[in-house]
Nanobody, 124 residues
Framework: QVQLVESGGGLVQAGGSLRLSCAAS????????MGWFRRAPGKEREFVVA????????NVADSVKGRFTISRDNALNTVYLQMNSLKPEDTAVYYC?????????????????WGQGTQVTVSS
């Protein structure tokens, strides 16, 4: 069983920064890709950013391009989401996810493992 645990969420002012972490544990697992998604109040979950281990490629949602970046520490089995220049519309529960097989890394339905989420609230 592969488990993903997010941390690092909180309350920040607009223009501030946060760094989210997603720690993976369980049996040996080599994901095809890992990514971050978010769900704002009253809205459906949406893609934020993802990284493909197979090709070293990244995909970034237009809404966060230039502000959010994804990184990883393979030794710690951890993936990070650095969020800068935060806006009130970034307020959401943020989820990390792992994808087992090939395909589009920006599609939520292609990910097999999900964390429980961490709340990010951005005040005006």
């Amino acid at each position: 069983q592969v488990q993903l645990v997010e941390s690092g969420g909180g309350l920040v002012q607009a223009g501030g920064s946060l760094r989210l972490s997603c720690a993976a544990s369980g049996r040996t697992f080599s994901p095809y890709a890992m990514g971050w998604f978010r769900r704002a109040p009253g809205k459906e979950r949406e893609f934020v950013v993802a990284y493909s281990f197979s090709g070293g490629n990244t995909n970034v949602a237009d809404s966060v391009k230039g502000r959010f970046t994804i990184s990883r520490d393979n030794a710690l089995n951890t993936v990070y989401l650095q969020m800068n220049s935060l806006k009130p519309e970034d307020t959401a529960v943020y989820y990390c996810a792992a994808k087992k097989f090939g395909g589009s890394i920006w599609l939520e339905t292609t990910y097999a493992y999900w964390g429980q989420g961490t709340q990010v609230t951005v005040s005006s």
